[in-house]
C-alpha cells in the first residue's frame, strides 16, 4: 500500500513527506536534534544558560513526540511548570537547581500523558518514569531493524526543502548585511564551536544525552504503563505496636520531654545560671543536633501512633501533649543554634540546621492540623513534602555564601579561612570589608552560553564596589 507515493511503513515510521502534519512527529529525528543541540549548548563550556535552553528544547521536542491530542489548557500548565522548575537555574546551575530541572521534566511529561488532571495521578506518573523509560529504551534497542528510506522519500525530502533552505539563506544574508546587530548575532553564532573534535568524553555525553532523551520522546508509547492504577499495599502489623504499647510508650515520652522542657525553660528561656565550668555555647551546641533527631522520632512514632488513638480520647490527648512538647523541643534547639552561632559565627552547616528545624517544626503543627481534622496520614505527608520542596525551591534562589559572609562580617566574627574558601556568592561582602581578607575574584562567562543571573549580579556589584573605593 501506498500513500501518496510514500510506503505504509514508512509513512508508520515517521518518514512523513505529505503537505498534511503528522500528529506525531519521529522520535528518532528528534533524538538527533537533542543530541545536537545538547553539544552545542552544554559540551565545553560553564553550565548556564545554555543549560537551560537546552532544557527548553529537549521539553520541546517531547511536546512534538507526544502530539496534538494534548489539550491547550494542560498543555500551557505543563510548560509553566517547567518554567517555575528552571527559574533556579537561571540564577545559577548547581546541584539543587539542577534537582528541581529534572522534577519539573518528569512533572511536564506527566502532564501530557495523565487522563485526568489529578495529583495523585501525576505523582505517581513522574515517580513511575524513570524506571519505565529504561525499560523502554532496552525494549525498543533490542526491536530496532534498521531500514533505509526509499529514492522517492529522500528525493521528496530534497524537494520540499531545497527552496525554503536556499531562500532563506539569502534572505538571512542580506539582513546580515543591513542590520549589524544581526551580523554580530551570526558571528557569535559561528563562533559556538571553532575547534570540532570527537573524543572519548564527547562521545559518552552523546550517548548520556540519548539515553536520559529517548523515554521522554517515548511517552506516547509507555502512556498505559505509566498510567495504570497502583495497587493498594497492605503494611504488615506488628505484635509491639498495639493500643495499650502507644499508650505506655506516650505516658513515659511525655515525662521524658517534660524534663528535657523543664530544664530548657530554665536555662535557656529564664535565663538560670548554669552549673559552674560549663558556657551557654558549649550548653547550646551539646544539645541543638541530638535534640532535632529526638523531634524526627517523635514526629515518626506520633503519626504510626495516630489509628490506635482515633477512638480513644485519653491517647489523642496524650498524643497532642506530647507534639506540643516535640514543637517546644524543636523551638529549643533553634534557640540553642541561635546562641551558638552568636558564639562562633554562622556556617553552611548552620544555616542549613536552621531551615531544617523550622521545617521540622511547621511539619509537628502540620500534623496538630491535621489529627484535629481527621485525615489521613497521606494527606500530611503529601503537605510536608509539599513544604519540604517550597523551602528547598527558596533556597535555590537564596546566595547562601553570600548570607553567611555578610552576616559574619556584621557580628565581628571574622575567619578569614573560612569566609576566603566560599564560593563566589561571597565576593561582594568580602570586597566590602574594610582590609580585604582576600581577592575572591567573580568568574566572568566565556560566552551566553556560561551566563547565569547570580554571576551577573555579583559581576555588577564587585564592580560597582571598586568603582566607589577606587
Not at 29 to 42: G, P, Q, R, S, T
Not at 204 to 213: D, N, P, S
Not at 434 to 443: D, F, I
Request: proline share 5%; aromatic share 10%.
Amino acid at each position: 500500500m501506498v500513500v501518496r507515493g510514500v510506503p505504509r511503513r514508512l509513512a508508520r515510521d515517521g518518514w512523513w513527506l505529505d503537505d498534511a502534519p503528522p500528529r506525531r512527529v519521529a522520535p528518532v529525528w528528534l533524538l538527533l536534534a537533542v543530541v545536537i543541540c545538547a553539544d552545542l549548548l552544554v559540551w565545553g563550556v560553564a553550565a548556564g544558560l545554555g543549560f537551560v535552553v537546552c532544557l527548553l528544547l529537549v521539553t520541546a521536542a517531547v511536546h512534538l513526540a507526544v502530539g496534538q491530542a494534548v489539550p491547550l489548557w494542560r498543555a500551557m500548565a505543563a510548560w509553566g511548570l517547567l518554567i517555575v522548575s528552571l527559574l533556579p537555574a537561571v540564577d545559577l546551575v548547581q546541584p539543587l537547581s539542577v534537582g528541581f530541572a529534572v522534577l519539573g521534566m518528569l512533572a511536564f511529561s506527566a502532564c501530557m500523558i495523565v487522563p485526568d488532571w489529578d495529583a495523585s495521578a501525576l505523582f505517581r506518573t513522574a515517580l513511575r518514569l524513570p524506571g519505565a523509560g529504561l525499560v523502554q529504551t532496552f525494549r525498543d534497542a533490542k526491536n530496532a531493524k534498521p531500514s533505509m528510506p526509499s529514492k522517492v522519500a529522500v528525493g521528496r525530502v530534497l524537494t520540499d526543502w531545497l527552496v525554503p533552505l536556499a531562500v532563506g539563506g539569502v534572505f538571512i544574508c542580506l539582513l546580515a548585511l543591513a542590520n549589524p546587530v544581526v551580523d554580530a548575532w551570526l558571528i557569535r553564532l559561528g563562533a559556538l564551536e571553532t575547534g570540532f573534535s570527537v573524543d572519548a568524553g564527547r562521545v559518552a555525553f552523546w550517548g548520556a544525552v540519548a539515553l536520559i532523551a529517548w523515554p521522554l520522546l517515548r511517552l506516547a508509547v509507555m502512556k498505559g504503563t505509566l498510567n495504570r492504577p497502583s495497587r493498594r499495599i497492605a503494611l504488615p502489623q506488628s505484635r509491639l505496636i498495639n493500643g495499650r504499647s502507644v499508650l505506655r510508650a506516650l505516658v513515659l515520652f511525655n515525662l521524658i520531654f517534660a524534663v528535657q522542657s523543664l530544664l530548657d525553660m530554665g536555662y535557656l528561656w529564664g535565663g538560670v545560671r548554669l552549673p559552674a565550668g560549663m558556657s551557654y555555647a558549649e550548653y547550646a551546641h551539646r544539645g541543638a543536633y541530638p535534640l532535632l533527631v529526638a523531634a524526627l522520632l517523635a514526629g515518626f512514632f506520633a503519626l504510626i501512633s495516630q489509628p490506635f488513638a482515633g477512638d480513644r480520647p485519653v491517647l489523642r490527648i496524650l498524643l497532642y501533649i506530647w507534639i506540643g512538647q516535640t514543637v517546644l523541643l524543636v523551638l529549643s534547639s533553634i534557640l540553642r543554634l541561635d546562641l551558638y552561632v552568636e558564639a562562633y559565627g554562622l556556617t553552611r552547616l548552620r544555616f542549613a540546621a536552621f531551615i531544617w528545624m523550622v521545617l521540622v517544626a511547621l511539619g509537628l503543627v502540620l500534623m496538630i492540623m491535621q489529627m484535629m481534622a481527621k485525615r489521613s496520614a497521606g494527606w500530611f505527608i503529601a503537605r510536608a513534602a509539599g513544604l519540604g520542596l517550597l523551602a528547598l525551591y527558596t533556597v535555590s534562589l537564596v546566595n547562601v555564601d553570600g548570607f553567611i559572609a555578610r552576616h559574619n562580617l556584621a557580628v565581628g566574627k571574622v575567619d578569614g579561612y573560612y569566609l576566603c574558601g566560599l564560593s563566589e556568592g561571597a565576593a561582594p561582602a568580602l570586597a566590602a570589608y574594610g582590609p580585604p581578607l582576600c581577592q575572591r575574584a567573580v568568574s566572568v562567562p566565556q560566552d551566553w552560553r556560561a551566563w547565569g543571573f547570580r554571576n551577573a549580579r555579583l559581576r555588577r556589584s564587585v564592580a560597582q564596589m571598586e568603582e566607589v573605593q577606587g
